[in-house]
């Protein structure tokens, strides 16, 4: 039986497909769980985020931090080749917890607007990638979700800023749509978001030296 060999290159791919699975999975087990975030009560509307979203971004998160060794390499080298990689490793980081964000789409129960979970997913992971070569993995995650909370923060203290807002937060009976908001904008600033964060790995290599040298002092 001929033995397998991984190629290193391929590695951190796997261990994007690897996040990503484990948000499918929990996902899809807390299908339907939000988190109420409520700083005024009636006649202000309690925002919810749904779980399912809060585990892609950690997927995104974890992700960003398993390739960072391989990214901070990357880093110090030279050529087309090291750019595409890393540029390749934000694409799959990115795609991957949106299609786990569609999968339990599919298992969700009827609800209005449900494709923005979809957009949602794609915005907040794809800035964990667009500022990871600046600030780290870790904190780029934490500060995507630590937003994502303050939104909806925000959007409960002023009534209407939900139908504003590029990020959905669901209601009762699903997610509220921008709709002041022109047709497409939303779609539009998620995909341009996540070519933002593929063209940031690519001019960076996945890293800057700054957060690279943070690391090594780090351990």
């Known amino acids: 039986m001929a033995n397998v060999i991984l190629r290193p290159s391929l590695l951190p791919v796997l261990g994007a497909l690897a996040s990503a699975s484990v948000a499918a999975a929990f996902g899809a087990a807390a299908l339907g ?14 925002q919810r ?5 809060l585990l892609c971004v950690c997927a995104a998160m974890a992700g960003a931090w398993a390739n ?6 990357w880093e110090r080298l030279g050529g087309v080749r090291t750019r595409v990689r890393a540029a390749a490793v934000a694409a799959v980081g990115v795609s991957l917890p949106v ?14 607007n449900t494709w923005l ?68 904008v939303v779609p539009a600033l998620a995909v341009g978001t996540a070519v933002a964060a593929l063209g940031v790995h690519a001019v960076t290599r996945g890293s800057t030296s700054r957060v690279h040298q943070r690391g090594e002092e780090a351990g």
């Open 33 to 46: 769980i939000v988190v109420p975030v409520a700083v005024f009560d009636w006649p202000n509307e309690e």
């Open 49 to 53: 985020v749904p779980v399912a979203e």
């Open 68 to 73: 960072r060794p391989r990214l901070w390499v």
């Open 99 to 112: 299609a786990a964000g569609a999968a339990v789409l599919v298992a969700s129960p009827p609800a209005e």
């Open 117 to 184: 979970l979809v957009t949602n997913v794609l915005l907040a992971t794809s800035a964990v990638y667009l500022l990871a070569p600046f600030l780290g993995a870790v904190p780029s995650g934490l500060a995507v979700l630590a937003g994502i909370f303050l939104g909806a923060a925000a959007c409960n203290m002023v009534p209407g800023l939900d139908r504003v807002s590029p990020y959905a937060y669901a209601g009762s009976d699903g997610w509220v749509a921008p709709d002041l908001l022109p047709a497409g």
